[in-house]
């Protein structure tokens, strides 16, 4: 597996219910990027990972976003008491460097969120 | 807010023929602008990185444009392929924009661009 993966694929939630979701990134990969893409629209940032160091989670919507990352690998983004609007396709990203602006992030396939 | 606006936003065009898509930003200063394809279903992958200095850039039949001064990105696709059926989307890096040293991407909306046999 030479690239980003995301499980599950597809997710539905009833509303309430709390969701968790998964990111393996490219192995050795420094930085993790979250995303969210609204049907229609272009990723939307969500949050930053240098190694296991969340830097930046200034685009979590609300408190109910958490995302973690403890061994500077795999990460989790998990949302708690779900609601309609947290539907949409959520993109994990990872690029070899520490982020600067010039490194190219790969993207996994997403996990496309629908709460009911 | 700094912002990407592309168009058209979305495009038919018969297979074999080109295209021209449209980008204009207002992110200000910036260090790179880059296009991605996404297929449906699937994740943005990277055609081409630009940085401020460079006026063009090609990746096979995909060519990408700059001129900095307008604030303007085009992205060329010749000899259309039905494969090339996706969005296209432009996304501007300004890593001042947000902290951390992150990557500081604004995604447009993308342009759904088909291609019909």
């Known amino acids: 597996g030479a690239g980003v993966s995301q499980s599950p694929r597809y997710k539905v939630a009833k509303r309430g219910q709390d969701v968790a979701l998964r990111c393996d990134p490219i192995?050795?990969?420094?930085?993790l990027f979250w995303y969210q893409q609204a049907l229609g629209q272009g990723p939307e940032f969500l949050t930053y990972?240098?190694?296991?160091?969340?830097?930046?989670k200034s685009g979590l919507p609300s408190d109910r976003f958490f995302a973690e990352r403890p061994e500077g690998s795999v990460s989790t983004l998990k949302i708690q008491r779900t609601q309609q609007e947290d539907s949409a396709v959520y993109l994990c990203?990872?690029?070899?460097?520490?982020?600067?602006?010039?490194?190219?992030?790969?993207f996994g396939p997403g996990t496309r969120l629908t709460v009911l | 807010k700094n912002q990407v606006e592309q168009s058209p936003q979305s495009l038919i065009i018969l297979e074999g023929k080109n295209c021209t898509l449209q980008?204009?930003?207002?992110?200000?200063?910036?260090?790179?602008l880059r296009w991605y394809k996404q297929d449906t279903g699937r994740g943005p992958v990277s055609l081409t990185i630009?940085?401020?200095?460079?006026n063009t850039k090609s990746n096979g039949r995909y060519t990408a444009t700059l001129d900095a001064d307008t604030k303007q990105s085009s992205l060329h696709i010749t000899a259309s392929q039905l494969s090339d059926s996706a969005s296209y989307i432009c996304?501007?890096?300004?890593?001042?924009?947000?902290?951390?040293?992150?990557?500081?991407?604004?995604f447009g909306k993308g342009t759904h661009l088909i291609i019909q046999p």
């Open positions: 990203a990872s690029s070899a460097h520490h982020g600067t602006g010039y490194n190219e992030q790969f």
């Open positions: 192995s050795g990969h420094v930085s």
């Open positions: 990972f240098q190694n296991e160091a969340q830097l930046d």
């Open positions: 980008c204009n930003y207002t992110v200000s200063p910036f260090s790179n």
């Open positions: 630009m940085t401020f200095s460079e």
């Open positions: 996304v501007v890096s300004d890593p001042l924009w947000r902290g951390g040293g992150a990557d500081g991407l604004t």
